[in-house]
């Protein structure tokens, strides 16, 4: 992905191993049932978790809120070197 003026926006050389989560905010705010959410702290466990995946990802979020009911749209890309 280089082009002759370097690495496109928002993109740096990486290691081997490293990850890049796109995702929006209904994973973050997926709430169980005492209220609270699913949040970055989660979100961050669920990724480092070896062979993350989105689909990893999205079965730690649907146990979480209310057996799998999410009230928003909660996409989530996982890309990894």
Do not use: C, W
């Not at 496109?8 to 709430?31: K, N």
């Not at 062979?51 to 989530?76: K, R």
Request: aromatic share 4%.
């Amino acid at each position: 992905m280089r082009t002759e003026k370097g690495l496109p926006l928002g993109l740096m050389d990486s290691e081997s191993g490293d990850r890049v989560l796109i995702y929006t905010d209904g994973i973050l705010e997926a709430t169980n049932s005492k209220g609270e959410e699913f949040g970055i702290s989660r979100l961050k466990d669920a990724l480092q978790k070896p062979g993350a995946s989105a689909q990893s990802i999205l079965a730690d979020v649907q146990p979480f809120a209310h057996g799998g009911t999410l009230a928003d749209d909660a996409p989530a890309i996982v890309l990894r070197h």
